[in-house]
């Protein structure tokens, strides 16, 4: 019954309308389709401020967010959201390794786009998952169920989403790569959290703690 409660929480009811809007776009447009209809503006403000706000999926923020929790003797939360990292971050590493699938700047031909931004788009076969948007979401599904206002998830749940979409922005990556990264942060995140509100875990921190 607890764990309904916690699953009610706004942030799962907007990954829910992401999930099915997600699918629906995967399945109506190709990659290509879909990057070019999400790419259609840029300017260069959007292009700086994306280019500062996607280091929000950057590992080093998990780790920093983690320093944190610490710092005020959060162990609890600092444990989950280290672990999820980690988990995730694994899940999209194994995946990188099997697909190899190029990403955009090595997938499109000369004149096919026009926004990619020197110094911040990369090219390679390493597009599929988004590690950034993997991180994100993992870290904004642990915070918001951490949280003790289960409407501050909308905010993490928004500000995770922008991650993915400035991943796409930049060049990076196809909405594809963002989606399963994003699908990867939430269930590794979930999985973390059921596995160490186990009551044994729980008393081992608290022993830790004295």
Known sequence: MQAKKYIRQPFFFLWMIYFLMGVSLLFLYSKKELFLKLNAYHSKGLDSFFALF?????????????????????????????????????????????????????????????????????????????????????????????????????????LAAAVGYSRVYLGQHFFTDVFAGAVIGVIAALLVWIFLRNKDFNKILQRSKT
Request: no cysteine.
């Open 54 to 158: 996607t280091e929000l999926g950057n590992g080093l923020f998990s780790v920093a967010v983690f320093v944190l929790a610490v710092i005020f003797r959060k162990i609890s939360l600092a444990v989950q959201i280290i672990t999820a990292y980690l988990f995730s971050g694994l899940l999209v590493q194994i995946l990188k390794r099997i697909f190899k699938m190029p990403r955009p700047k090595a997938f499109f031909g000369p004149g096919e786009y026009a926004w990619f931004i020197d110094g911040v788009t990369h090219g390679g076969s390493n597009s599929f998952p988004s590690g950034h948007t993997a991180s994100a979401f993992a870290l904004a599904t642990i915070l918001s169920l951490y949280s003790k206002s289960k409407y501050a998830g909308i905010l993490y749940f928004l």
